[in-house]
């Protein structure tokens, strides 16, 4: 029997999900308190389905029924007995906790539920709900319908049931998952925020333009596109959110000044098609290095993920040339370990422990 599955949140992720879904043969039910979003979603599927026909990644027949299978609802009633229900509304807690609440009189016995929250700890989104045992995060990247990692976020009251329902669902949609732990940022996030915030802060620091940080973290750490192209794409508001998420790890995880300013008046940062390399590259590249280096130590030293999936992860999700493990171990030891130390005396941070650091360096498990 096919997976029943719904969404609650019909925006850029539940979309997203939503249409990824449907084409793989699933029929999605999806739910929004503003009515006017399953239709712009019905639109945005046939464009998306439209586009696919045109380059031979579907056919015409298989986009009429694709289109076919997302079907708006009009309460939450409507969506509680399906097999999986993925949350994706706006990312604020009790925004969050407040749908998990209303959900629980129409929840399906065994139904899992699974929320999309980039930073949020799951834990606390189902935090004295009588079906914790049944919620856990899956953990989409933008654009949903097209980007392969999943996140797959078990809680400390996730089942193990819970978790196995979630990884069949991701294989019948061909998605690759990445176990994560409840931890804050989980994976890819923990360190992708960090490295775009120490970018703002070397524009706030006067080192360089933009453009010209751009240009350095595409020709040295050999990303697809630079911090603030994709800070242009993710949206400044998304991206402070997420980066605000993760303060309570201190100073060196707080949002910039600019980056919440810029946020709060949602003013993209204007990058130049000419830039070129400034004198201070060298500079540049060792603070995002490092701003990278940091975080990702850390989630070895807590647990969080595997450090092959993580680098893999960071290939996929975010379009890195290597992954950040990758990435430390292609420096001089020295180099690395010096950027490490001074942005960790920058923030007052403690530093990772000189056993994972080699650990890493020398490729070691």
Excluded at 297 to 324: H, I, N, Q
């Amino acid at each position: 029997m096919a997976m029943k599955l719904s969404i609650v949140g019909c925006g850029l992720m539940g979309g997203g999900i939503a249409i990824d879904a449907a084409r793989h043969g699933i029929g999605v039910r999806v739910y929004d308190t503003r009515p006017e979003s399953t239709d712009d979603l019905h639109r945005r599927a046939a464009g998306v389905y439209a586009r696919w026909v045109k380059n031979g990644r579907m056919t015409q027949e298989a986009a009429r029924a694709s289109l076919a299978r997302i079907a708006p609802t009009g309460t939450l009633a409507e969506v509680g007995d399906a097999d999986l229900i993925i949350e994706a509304i706006f990312e604020d807690l009790t925004l969050k906790r407040g749908l998990m609440a209303a959900l629980a009189q129409h929840l399906g016995p065994d139904t899992i539920v699974a929320t999309n929250t980039s930073a949020l700890r799951v834990g606390a989104i189902a935090e004295d709900l009588t079906f914790a045992d049944r919620v856990l995060g899956l953990h989409y990247f933008s654009p949903a319908e097209v980007s392969p990692l999943v996140e797959v976020v078990r809680a400390p009251h996730t089942s193990e049931v819970a978790v196995a329902r979630a990884l069949t669902f991701l294989t019948e949609t061909r998605r690759t998952p990445l176990p994560c732990a409840d931890s804050p940022g989980f994976a890819i996030n923990r360190f992708f925020c960090p490295y775009y915030n120490e970018a703002v802060r070397l524009v706030e620091d006067g080192l360089a333009t933009p453009s010209e940080v751009d240009v350095v973290a595409r020709e040295r750490l050999g990303v697809a596109a630079g911090p603030f192209t994709v800070l242009n794409l993710i949206g400044l508001r998304v991206a402070s959110r997420a980066m605000e998420n993760l303060a309570s790890l201190g100073p060196f995880y707080a949002a910039s000044s600019e980056l919440l300013v810029r946020a709060d008046r949602n003013t993209p940062y204007s990058i130049a098609d000419d830039a070129t390399v400034p004198e201070s590259s060298d500079l540049i590249e060792d603070r995002l290095v490092a701003a990278l280096a940091v975080p990702a130590l850390e989630l070895l030293e807590e647990g969080v993920a595997g450090r092959e999936e993580t680098d893999r992860g960071a290939v996929m999700a975010l379009k890195f040339e290597r992954g950040p493990y990758a990435l430390i171990r292609s420096y001089p030891v020295t180099r690395v370990g010096a950027a490490i130390e001074a942005i960790c005396k920058r923030y007052q941070h403690p530093p990772p422990s000189a056993d994972t650091i080699g650990s890493v360096l020398s490729n070691v498990d």
